[in-house]
């Protein structure tokens, strides 16, 4: 009997205390110094911060940033966004108030640090209170009776039962499987260690009681006294897994990740989302698109009378994979308005959200897409790699995707999604089709010359790497070819597939490129509601002037200058592109030539009287360098390398108080700046 207690207490603990115990929610971390405010708030919150929650937290260097998480804390937990009350922190308030005032007057301690205080700030107060006390050698006993909604993995309908032991003023949490019958009686005759007489002395003064000391599920009929079921420890288990089936937890590493990037309003709130890129060129104009579908696992809109809409706040980086650079920052705020229809679809289906957006040929870029949903302050993100090939260098393929639907337009809109030619695509956010439904496989080809005459396709079945067919199709003469075939048609067993795709001259392979998808068995859903948010930037001139700043970012002035010249040639005003042209001709040391152009736009927003003032320094002029560095003073802006700059040019002027007091601001900004304070030092000495 004893050893069989014994594997049962293994068991327990492998269950239950193995994984991270979420009320307790042991964390290794440095030792810091907080202020009482976030000690109190971290012990008052422990019941239902989540691991993931509570690293982020000690992770934290400033109050400042503290204070951030605990707003973002409670705002990803209200059931209400768009009201300004957050029904979950006053309700939980108003247990912890209770808590502390019932338990923690009883135990001696805080409420929140009670076994009791803890489940009932989990789960709120019980249905009903069952009291056992005074009935022979039974320690004191509550039993804790729930009705709740089971989508959180919990029966409908569960006991907790809580008790002295040896009369102690705490009660501690009961476990039919770790503790038994046994543990609930004092000075107790019989073997505590046999299930069976233990629970018979139970049950000899309460026999509403002894059942609950085998199993805490009152619709289970557990007839083993001596092997309780293991759904005992499933229930405790999923009770303590809770608070991270309330919230996607994910949200706080995905905000402390994005917040030197993009400034994410602390109310909002993260949302999981697919996402998947197709990369195309448009040959005519030598540019090369990566095309952006995001599909979020929910997106609310807002009605004002009989109109629906919502407005989203979208931002597209790109940053250069091998230095961490950021090349481009694309900011853009479009309302989306729907008709009675469309919202009558989109409570039935997923949306998927189609962008645009130009690259630069052969190079490696991280791309980080952010979009807010205005309507129900919550966000979206894709973050993915890509490797952006070099089409004047050689035969290859460019991409490929599964679309469930293509249509022929007519005509080539520079500004749409996923149109490769005059066809529109409708893409797979997996990759992947149903059983019955048409899909097609679209193959982007780029041929330098005509030494490339067809595609080889071989398909692998889902069973391995034996080849079940292959199709080799003809390459129309041109350089940018879009290739599309039925898969549905090819393809028939269910499963993952995988084509190998061979571009070939003769039979020598110039290119060769494998992609997987997946045929599923499952039942065919509702295809997604689809919305291709159109920017008016995306005309010739900002696709050009894109192109040239990211050229211009990795160091490539040559193709920079083609491009920003190829802007310049349609619009000789383009103040973009001026100052743009202005910093390619500083970075070549130019500055006479950047000056010149610079001077001839008469816009006097900051950067421009920056690059005024820089050309003019460079150049000597430092008079005149010095009115432009005071106006931007003014209209406060404190970029650093502007504040050095403006320091070392009063050092030129012998205004050393100046100086010093520039220099000082800068160090303000950012403080490990060794050089200026050498600088500063020298001047004193």
């Known amino acids: 009997m004893k050893q069989l207690k014994y594997m049962k207490c293994m068991v327990f603990f492998m269950l239950v205390f193995a994984p991270l115990h979420l009320l307790s929610n042991p964390v290794k971390r440095e030792?810091?110094?907080?202020?009482?405010?976030?000690?109190?708030?971290?012990?008052?919150?422990?019941?239902?911060?989540?691991?993931?929650?509570?690293?982020?937290?000690?992770?934290?260097?400033?109050?400042?940033?503290?204070?951030?998480?605990v707003k973002l804390f409670w705002a990803q937990r209200d059931p209400t966004p768009l009201t300004p009350e957050n029904e979950f922190k006053e309700e939980y308030y108003k247990r912890l108030k209770?808590?502390?005032?019932?338990?923690?007057?009883?135990?001696?301690?805080?409420?929140?640090?009670?076994?009791?205080?803890?489940?009932?700030?989990?789960?709120?107060?019980?249905?009903?209170?069952?009291?056992?006390?005074?009935?022979?050698?039974?320690?004191?006993?509550?039993?804790?009776?729930?009705?709740?909604?089971?989508?959180?993995?919990?029966?409908?309908?569960?006991?907790?039962?809580?008790y002295k032991p040896d009369w102690s003023n705490e009660y501690l949490l009961y476990s039919p499987n770790q503790d038994g019958p046994g543990a609930l009686i004092g000075a107790f005759s019989g073997d505590k260690n046999d299930y069976k007489s233990?629970?018979?002395?139970?049950?000899?003064?309460?026999?509403?009681?002894?059942?609950?000391?085998?199993?805490?599920?009152?619709?289970?009929?557990?007839?083993?006294?001596?092997?309780?079921?293991?759904?005992?420890?499933?229930?405790?288990?999923?009770?303590?897994?809770?608070?991270?089936?309330?919230?996607?937890?994910?949200?706080?590493?995905?905000?402390?990740?994005?917040?030197?990037?993009?400034?994410?309003?602390?109310?909002?709130?993260?949302?999981?989302?697919?996402?998947?890129?197709?990369?195309?060129?448009?040959?005519?104009?030598?540019?090369?698109?990566?095309?952006?579908?995001?599909?979020?696992?929910?997106?609310?809109?807002?009605?004002?009378?009989?109109?629906?809409?919502?407005?989203?706040?979208?931002?597209?980086?790109?940053?250069?994979?091998?230095?961490?650079?950021?090349?481009?920052?694309?900011?853009k705020e479009q309302f989306l308005n729907f008709n009675k229809?469309?919202?009558?679809?989109?409570?039935?289906?997923?949306?998927?959200?189609?962008?645009?957006?130009?690259?630069?040929?052969?190079?490696?870029?991280?791309?980080?897409?952010?979009?807010?949903?205005?309507?129900?302050?919550?966000?979206?993100?894709?973050?993915?790699?890509?490797?952006?090939?070099?089409p004047y260098k050689k035969n290859y393929i460019i991409d490929q995707i599964v679309t469930f639907r293509f249509k022929k337009v007519g005509t080539y809109n520079l500004k749409r999604p996923f149109q490769v030619h005059d066809i529109v695509l409708s893409p797979s956010i997996n990759n992947e089709f149903y059983g019955g439904e048409k899909a097609y496989l679209v193959v982007g080809v780029n041929s330098v010359n005509k030494v490339v005459n067809k595609l080889k396709l071989t398909y692998y079945g889902s069973k391995g790497n034996k080849a079940d067919k292959e199709e080799n199709i003809a390459i129309i003469p041109r350089k940018?070819?879009?290739?599309?075939?039925?898969?549905?048609?090819?393809?028939?067993?269910?499963?993952?597939?995988?084509?190998?795709?061979?571009?070939?001259?003769?039979?020598?392979?110039?290119?060769?490129?494998?992609?997987?998808?997946?045929?599923?068995?499952?039942?065919?859903?509702?295809?997604?509601?689809?919305?291709?948010?159109?920017?008016?930037?995306?005309?010739?001139?900002?696709?050009?002037?894109?192109?040239?700043?990211?050229?211009?970012?990795?160091?490539?002035?040559?193709?920079?200058?083609?491009?920003?010249?190829?802007?310049?040639?349609?619009?000789?005003?383009?103040?973009?592109?001026?100052?743009?042209?202005?910093?390619?001709?500083?970075?070549?040391k130019e500055y006479r030539k950047g000056l010149e152009l610079i001077n001839g736009l008469l816009k006097t927003d900051d950067y421009t009287l920056f690059l005024k003032f820089f050309g003019y320094y460079k150049t000597g002029n430092f008079e005149k360098a010095v009115i432009y560095g005071e106006k931007l003073l003014k209209n406060g802006y404190e970029k650093i390398g502007f504040l050095n700059d403006l320091g070392r040019l009063y050092l030129q002027l012998k205004k050393k108080d100046k100086a010093i007091k520039i220099f000082k601001k800068s160090l303000e900004i950012k403080n490990n700046q060794e050089e200026i304070k050498k600088i500063i030092d020298k001047i004193r000495k």
Not at 360 to 384: G, P, Q, T
């Open 98 to 162: 209770y808590v502390n005032n019932i338990f923690g007057r009883e135990e001696g301690k805080p409420g929140w640090a009670t076994e009791r205080g803890k489940y009932y700030l989990l789960l709120g107060p019980p249905k009903t209170i069952d009291r056992y006390d005074g009935m022979g050698r039974l320690y004191p006993t509550e039993v804790w009776f729930y009705s709740v909604s089971p989508k959180y993995g919990v029966p409908a309908a569960f006991n907790l039962v809580f």
């Open 480 to 588: 940018v070819s879009y290739i599309t075939m039925d898969l549905s048609e090819k393809v028939k067993r269910f499963g993952y597939h995988k084509i190998r795709m061979e571009l070939l001259n003769n039979d020598i392979s110039l290119d060769t490129k494998d992609f997987s998808f997946l045929l599923s068995p499952l039942k065919s859903p509702l295809k997604p509601f689809m919305i291709f948010p159109q920017f008016k930037e995306l005309n010739i001139k900002d696709i050009f002037y894109f192109i040239a700043k990211e050229y211009f970012k990795v160091e490539n002035h040559e193709l920079a200058k083609k491009y920003v010249n190829n802007i310049l040639i349609l619009d000789s005003r383009h103040s973009e592109g001026i100052k743009l042209k202005t910093e390619i001709l500083y970075a070549e």
């Open 341 to 390: 229809k469309q919202v009558f679809e989109l409570k039935r289906r997923k949306i998927n959200i189609g962008l645009k957006f130009p690259v630069i040929f052969d190079r490696s870029i991280k791309l980080l897409v952010f979009i807010k949903n205005h309507a129900s302050k919550e966000y979206f993100i894709l973050e993915k790699e890509i490797n952006l090939p070099n």
């Open 198 to 331: 233990a629970y018979e002395y139970v049950k000899t003064w309460s026999p509403a009681l002894a059942p609950t000391t085998i199993s805490l599920i009152p619709t289970e009929n557990a007839t083993e006294i001596n092997s309780p079921p293991l759904s005992n420890i499933t229930l405790v288990n999923n009770i303590k897994n809770i608070p991270r089936k309330q919230i996607d937890e994910n949200y706080i590493e995905r905000y402390y990740e994005l917040k030197p990037k993009v400034e994410v309003d602390y109310s909002l709130r993260y949302v999981e989302s697919k996402g998947l890129l197709f990369y195309t060129i448009e040959q005519a104009k030598k540019v090369g698109f990566v095309n952006i579908l995001i599909q979020p696992k929910r997106f609310s809109i807002e009605r004002y009378n009989d109109k629906f809409y919502t407005k989203i706040g979208i931002i597209i980086k790109l940053y250069d994979k091998k230095t961490g650079r950021e090349l481009i920052s694309f900011n």
């Open 31 to 69: 030792k810091i110094k907080l202020d009482y405010r976030y000690k109190k708030f971290i012990q008052e919150v422990s019941p239902i911060i989540t691991p993931t929650e509570k690293k982020i937290f000690y992770k934290l260097k400033t109050n400042k940033e503290r204070e951030e998480f």
